[in-house]
């Protein structure tokens, strides 16, 4: 008898390491299929390597553009009594995978926070001919980060700011909704989850990498954030995450500058919202997600993490073009297909309608909850 299967706040009980293998297979295959990344990048950094759009980015720039690419991410080894995270299975796979291919790529687990883990960084790519970084992927996601400098920690919080939040939410795993009240965000709580999530530890990375001269002339870096419609901005954009997104994207500008003499530039690339182990666990946006994916499948416009990364180096980044698109803010845009009017409209409608005994008529709840178990290599045969 198959035991039980359960996620509570994004951790599943189970992973199935055949399964992560086939996910980062099945992303590599779909690359392999796509047009070559003319003057791609070279040599690439990947802080936050294991999984979504990490991982995606390192499929892209390696098996897209033939990058060599260098791998940063904590995850938990298997023990003779439980299998290893999720992110450790997915790494292992790419590391075969580029072996096979005959393109360089190195792994380092370790706490990306930390300054020991930069400047493990540095000392290992100056030993093994890496060269210079021509493009670094900041795409760290933890609910914890402890100060390099001060050694306090700081733990993220998912709240509103100003005012208390009562709505509906959507367990993914379950299917099951309920009301929730969030109660808003204390002063420290806001600067805590800024601490976690903004700019600052990506700054520091690009400073110490600038320091060491690991940074190649026309560098570019790039960190992930997201925006989302009014409907979603109490939780989100208006709320803790949203504070801390608004310090990440100030600290583009920042790091521009500190580029700027070798006419390097920092960008925030502001992505679609997707099933990750993170999303699935914000209040009020999980149902939006589901009822989001029924109408961009509708449309013909749904894409996975591997599909966004895709775009993201091939239509912006290394386009050809001179310049970057980007909106008046500085701020790539790759959540473009999801802001569109008729797109949000239309969701708007769904989650208008939204009761309990309506969840698998009306949304894609059973497409995220496929999503979500896929994560951890899960497939629905392993739920039976």
Known sequence: MKKPIRIVNGVCSSVNPAGCFANVRRWIEAEKQSPCIE???????ILGCSGGYGLAARVVTAFGAGARTFGVSYERPPTVRKNGSPGWYNNQAFDMAATEAGLFSETLIGDAF???TREAVIQRV??????????????LASPARVDPKSGEIYRSVIKPVGEALVGSTLDVATGKITEVTLQPATDGEIAA???????EDWKLWIEALHSADMLANNVQTIALSYIGPAATHAIYRSGTLGKAKEHLEAAAFEISELLAPNRGRA????NRALV???SVMIPVMSAYLCALNKVLKAKGLNEDCHQQMSRLLRERLYSGDQLVATDEQGRIRLDDWEM???VQRETAAILERLTPDNVRELTDWE???DELFGLFGLTPEDRV
């Open 39 to 45: 003057k791609g990048p070279r040599s690439v950094l």
């Open 114 to 116: 930390s300054d020991a």
């Open 126 to 139: 100056k030993g093994n001919g890496m060269g210079a970084f021509d493009l670094v992927i900041y795409s």
């Open 193 to 199: 989850t800024v601490k976690v999530m903004g700019g």
């Open 267 to 270: 960008y925030v690339s502001v």
């Open 276 to 278: 990750t182990r993170a």
């Open 340 to 342: 569109r009017e008729d």
């Open 367 to 369: 497409g995220c909850c």
